[in-house]
């Protein structure tokens, strides 16, 4: 019978590489909460039109990549291909958006139909933070701070280059669109074909081809900064002054546009040339009309999704990772023991909860059992036999470090322990 495999772009995370999640989620969580943000978790289905409304009907995420499809009611449910949507859902719904400002994060799985490659799977994860009810510049630059902080918890602040950009209002958007428009139309036969596609549905998208030659043309073209409204060059200029006051390093980038309609003013992207095509880790900016776009009031938001499939690859590559492991202590079990080592194990593990006591199972001979316990990368193997179990006390094996073997007491040993836990 033919093995099931699994579905292309969807990956299995094993054991090992798990461990690297951990410390990633950890560290995105420890920042998240030093700046005071709380978590919100919301489906990862939704109705399509959720999508449809925020997204935009005419982008390449809604037209090719969304994985939609009927229930048994005949209802049209989506998988959600981004979180910023649900996000604004889950708030209106629940209430939580009316006279409050939120400060909010997520992390989860999202799904597109795309090519799968390096870095881009159909099945990917991220982490999303999203802000409601402030209007200033300081909440946009605060979130550029945390996002800047977090690289430098994870080594990758010197890979990394944050590019920002103003998008103005949208009737300001939509003067430079007609403009561009009727620029490229002109010159259509000029345009890369993605770019083509994109003249007669979603322009702004042409601003970031990877053309040279659509690049150039662009060049001669009308400039979105000369069609900015003046609150969006306040906005953006007092933004720039924050930056530079709390040293944040940035480029201006103003071909940078987002791939989604709900965008308006501030727009950003990290960057990193060591991930191949795939070059923006971090991405969002301000989406002041979204929340009346889905049928709420007004609500001024602004946020950003790194995308951690890509934050591991640059972690891989760039960091200077801390040792990861699972075991601290193997705890190895000789003879009929077997009670009196599981009560041992159960004591520890009370009186330490941070260690991590691997107890061993199954039997074997002790000289097997040293091997697994070397094997696992525990820094102590704890061995408890027969003479031991009777008299009360455990030998101690030193397995990373040259120093004898030790036997204690049954409650020194603890002691001993909780030096090793201060001592990692």
Known sequence: MKKIQAIRGMNDTLPE????WQYLESVIKQTL???GYRE???PIMEKTELFKRSIGE???IVEKEMYTFLDRNEESLTLRPEGTASCVRACEEHGLLYNQTQRLWYMGPMFRYEKPQKGRYRQFHQVGIETYGLDGPDIDAELLLLSFELFKKLGLDHCVELQINSLGSEAARAEFRNALVAYLQDHKDALDEDSQRRLETNPLRILDSKSQSTQRLLDQGPSLEDYLDTESRQHFAELTQLLDACAVPYSINRRLVRGLDYY???AFEWVTDKLGAQSAVCAGGRYDNLV??????ATPAVGFAIGLERLLLLLQAEAELPALKTVD???AAVGDVQSAALGLAARVRHALPELKLFMHCGGGSFKNQLKKADKSGADVALILGEDEAAANTIAVKFLREDRPQQTLSQGDVIDLLAGLIIKN
């Open 17 to 20: 590489d798990s461990l690297l």
């Open 33 to 35: 909460a030093g700046f």
């Open 58 to 60: 005419v982008t390449d």
């Open 264 to 266: 308006s003013r501030t």
């Open 292 to 297: 009346a776009q889905l049928g709420g009031k």
């Open 40 to 42: 919100i978790r919301f």
């Open 329 to 331: 202590v193997y705890m």
